[in-house]
């Protein structure tokens, strides 16, 4: 009987010794607004972490013990395997993080399908919410550095092949979405069509809100910034997602923390809680120092509790 207590003991000792020396997971959450999620993307590691399994489950153990509740996993051309998808995912299921799957491809561009179709099966494998999101411009305005927008046929393209994949997409149960990035935001019209003229003409398809990229350097037309305010309610359930990022100034730089921003960041926050759009991701300038990427990571957490939108 003594050898058992003295087994029970080291057994309840060795318990308790374990659990002191957890490390203690963070939590976040939105103080106004609990029904959001934070996260970010991995293409703010991606100078210091390139893609493979070994990286990818450092970021996503990473994400969990932080107390983020999604990642998304930018991989451009959808070169993860099926197998190394599903490793990752057995990662995400047991630290319960949320996946979005991220492709780089424009939809006019030549061997956009084979991308697609490879992001989205890799989409299906991950646990959340079911999400392959795509950026939706490039290369048909490389050759012309006047080019505002898009043209009338390229508008009428972009937005059946978009619906399309939307289409397609929501067979498997995952939700199309596309991402503003240097056309102009708003179109003239006449002469040029913006990425607002695309979601009129393709209901289908969901958006990814950038917050920075309409007024960053590379952008073709600068906005103003309370239109996109005025517009961002109107989007109903197509708007899904946001990245919070940061550009000082109109015709600024991408920064490598989140900070001030041409739209302030709460406003976005606030309209995000009143349309019930759920996932707000970190996207930072990456820099080719991990530990630098975890300093801006938590420098951009520290911004949004100074002003008291996380807690």
Not at 32 to 40: C, T
Not at 66 to 95: N, S
Not at 134 to 158: C, H, Q, R, Y
Not at 205 to 223: C, E, H, I, Y
């Amino acid at each position: 009987m003594k050898a058992i207590n003295l087994l029970f003991s080291l057994v309840i000792l060795f318990v308790c010794f374990d659990c002191t020396n957890q490390p203690e997971k963070k939590t976040l959450e939105f103080k106004d607004y609990p029904d959001l999620k934070i996260g970010f993307s991995t293409q703010n590691f991606q100078a210091s972490m390139p893609n493979n399994v070994a990286n990818l489950t450092e970021i996503i153990e990473y994400a969990s013990k932080e107390g983020y509740q999604f990642i998304e996993l930018r991989d451009p051309l959808a070169k993860l395997t099926g197998e190394e998808c599903m490793a990752l995912a057995e990662v995400a299921k047991e630290k319960q993080i949320d996946v979005i799957y991220e492709i780089h491809k424009n939809p006019l561009d030549t061997g956009y399908f084979e991308v697609f179709e490879k992001g989205l099966a890799n989409t299906i494998i991950f646990p959340g919410p079911g999400i392959l999101r795509t950026v939706v411009s490039g290369s048909e305005f490389k050759a012309d550095p006047s080019k505002k927008g898009w043209n009338k046929d390229e508008i009428m393209k972009l937005s059946k092949i978009s619906d399309s994949c939307a289409n397609i997409a929501k067979g498997k149960n995952v939700r199309f979405i596309v991402e503003n990035f240097d056309e102009a935001f708003f179109g003239d019209g006449t002469n040029y069509y913006g990425i607002v003229d695309l979601f009129s003409q393709a209901p289908q398809t969901g958006f990814q809100l950038d917050m920075s990229n309409m007024f960053r350097k590379p952008a073709r037309v600068m906005t103003e910034p309370e239109k996109v305010l005025d517009y961002l309610p109107t989007m109903g359930s197509q708007w899904v997602t946001t990245h919070l990022k940061t550009v000082l100034t109109m015709g600024g730089d991408m920064q490598p923390t989140l900070t001030e921003n041409p739209i302030p960041v709460e406003r976005i926050v606030e309209l995000m809680g009143k349309n019930n759009v759920v996932y707000a991701a970190f996207e930072l300038t990456s820099v080719p120092d991990k530990e630098q990427c975890f300093a801006n990571h938590a420098s951009s957490v520290q911004f949004l509790k100074d002003k008291g939108i996380l807690e």
